[in-house]
T-cell receptor
Framework: DQQVKQNSPSLSVQEGRISILNCDYT??????FLWYKKYPAEGPTFLIS?????DKNEDGRFTVFLNKSAKHLSLHIVPSQPGDSAVYFC?????????FGTGTRLTIIP | DAGVIQSPRHEVTEMGQEVTLRCKPI?????LFWYRQTMMRGLELLIY????????DSGMPEDRFSAKMPNASFSTLKIQPSEPRDSAVYFC???????????FGPGTRLTVL
């Protein structure tokens, strides 16, 4: 039973345009959400997070939006750059553990 | 600063053999997590430790899997006997605060023939 779902296995975006990655969750006890980025042959690295008391958090080109009523969060990357090509994992926490989605492979087309 | 260190980076073994994966967390981090990554299930938490004590091992798939953390700077994940379906990338991660971000190692790619 996947409590965190990333329904798009892959996404291709033109360089300079906006990339939008989506994530849905089912557990209403989740109150902290994170995005991780993963390059091949490396471990995931933390990108940005958001607490359930907020609906938006911004860090440079990266913005995460949280819609608690819809149990949905999204990561916006603007503008997209070739170095953003990676697998992005959404993760959720209701305590000490993180529950990860299956990831979305983002490809930025030059 | 050194990040999380995992060894070996790659392991190829035959079915039935014992496999031991190793992890050195970031110094000062008091929580350690073992994950397995597969295409179908993404990143799955296997077990985690707080202050060297196993807290939750509900993600360990079978009794063939065991994990130890004898001290704050070392942990092992052992599979005995290994099976082809154990083939995956295994990650170790550590964290300093209860709700903070986790820092991942580079992973061990395990192939069981």
């Amino acid at each position: 039973d996947q409590q965190v779902k990333q329904n798009s296995p892959s996404l291709s975006v033109q360089e300079g345009r906006i990339s939008i990655l989506n994530c849905d969750y089912t557990n209403s006890m989740f109150d902290y959400f994170l995005w991780y980025k993963k390059y091949p042959a490396e471990g995931p690295t933390f990108l940005i997070s958001i607490s359930s008391i907020k609906d938006k958090n911004e860090d440079g080109r990266f913005t995460v939006f949280l819609n608690k009523s819809a149990k949905h969060l999204s990561l916006h990357i603007v503008p997209s750059q070739p170095g953003d090509s990676a697998v992005y994992f959404c993760a959720a926490s209701g305590g000490e553990k993180l529950t990860f989605g299956t990831g979305t492979r983002l490809t930025i087309i030059p | 600063d050194a990040g999380v260190i995992q060894s070996p980076r790659h392991e190829v073994t035959e079915m039935g053999q014992e496999v031991t994966l190793r992890c050195k967390p970031i110094s000062g981090h008091n929580s350690l997590f073992w994950y397995r990554q597969t295409m179908m299930r993404g990143l799955e938490l296997l077990i985690y430790f707080n202050n060297n004590v196993p807290i939750d091992d509900s993600g360990m798939p079978e009794d063939r899997f065991s994990a130890k953390m004898p001290n704050a700077s070392f942990s092992t994940l052992k599979i005995q006997p290994s099976e082809p379906r154990d083939s995956a990338v295994y990650f170790c991660a550590s964290r300093t605060t209860r709700r903070g971000e986790q820092f991942f190692g580079p992973g061990t790619r395990l192939t069981v023939l």
